[in-house]
């Protein structure tokens, strides 16, 4: 069952967490919280949110963040969908490379796993952005890459 939308209103202030799938850890090592950080200031740019408090833990971060423009949605996607666009820079893929790619080729399972553990995106912004067909075909992958984990839309 999806969540309730949130209310999004100019001037709202949100605590925003963000875990790990099954609580695994996100921040890998000395660098990935470097990374998100710089990802950070920039949503905050982009979106003109004022940051009051953050913090960081191996399997999860906190938020508490303000939103001039009511923006919160968005700035979520573009902060999360970041990951997507480093790990193809960290690979020297194009968007085009990704897309010829086949459906499953490890390397975008890799990623698709990743953003599982690590973001709250749904399977079909996942599949749709990777390249890798229908919902429920990922979900069999990532299944089948894992079988012990439940992977829900």
């Known amino acids: 069952m999806a969540r309730k939308l949130r209310v999004q209103y100019p001037g709202a202030i949100y605590h925003v967490m963000n875990r790990g799938d099954h609580s695994e850890v996100i921040f890998r090592d000395d660098k ?6 710089a990802t950070l200031a920039g949503a905050a740019e982009k979106t ?3 940051i009051h408090a953050l913090c960081l833990m191996s399997n999860h971060f906190h938020l508490v963040l303000e939103t001039p423009r009511g923006n919160l949605a968005e700035g979520m996607k573009w902060l999360l969908g970041r990951i997507v666009a480093d790990e193809l820079r960290q690979r020297r893929w194009s968007k085009d490379e990704l897309a010829m790619l086949p459906k499953a080729h490890p390397e975008k399972l890799k990623i698709a796993q990743r953003l599982r553990a690590e973001t709250t995106l749904s399977l079909k912004w996942i599949s749709d952005h990777l390249h890798m067909g229908a919902t429920a075909y990922l979900g069999n992958c990532l299944r089948s890459a894992n079988p012990s984990t439940n992977v829900r839309n």
């Open 32 to 37: 990935d919280p470097q990374l998100f950080l």
């Open 48 to 50: 003109d949110w004022q």
